[in-house]
């Protein structure tokens, strides 16, 4: 059974950083998508980036690109989300998901089929 299991996440001030871990097991992603997505109060979930489980493709939100790095290890079955610069506004519920690659839309959540627990990140002013 596939299981995406978060780390990281918390309080961090403005203009600080924070690592998000998501450690995934069940099956073999080589032909995964894995994206990273939020979701603030009342809001919609968002996009925010994605990369191919094999290859060195990456896909970002363009609001966040520049300040959110998507990677991975494949040795270690983990997709790690590095967020710098951080911002009161980017406060919301985070979540890491998979979806095969064929499967729908990268942008999209419903395209995903899997989704970690979510981690609360909350930016203090």
């Known amino acids: 059974q596939v299981q995406l299991v978060q780390s990281g996440g918390g309080l961090v001030q403005a203009g600080g950083f924070l690592r998000l871990s998501c450690a995934a097991s069940?099956?073999?992603?080589?032909?995964?998508?894995m994206g990273w997505f939020r979701q603030a109060p009342g809001k919609e979930r968002e996009f925010i980036a994605a990369?191919?489980?094999?290859?060195?493709?990456?896909d970002y939100a363009d609001s966040l690109k520049g300040r959110f790095t998507i990677s991975r290890d494949v040795a270690k079955n983990v997709v790690y989300l590095q967020m710098n610069s951080l911002k009161p506004e980017d406060t919301a519920v985070y979540y890491c998901?998979?979806?095969?690659?064929?499967?729908?839309?990268?942008?999209?959540?419903?395209?995903?089929?899997?989704w970690g627990q979510g981690t609360q990140v909350f930016v203090s002013s």
């Open positions: 998901a998979a979806k095969r690659d064929y499967s729908g839309s990268a942008y999209q959540p419903k395209d995903y089929s899997y």
């Open positions: 069940g099956r073999t992603f080589r032909s995964d998508t």
């Open positions: 990369i191919a489980w094999y290859g060195l493709n990456t």
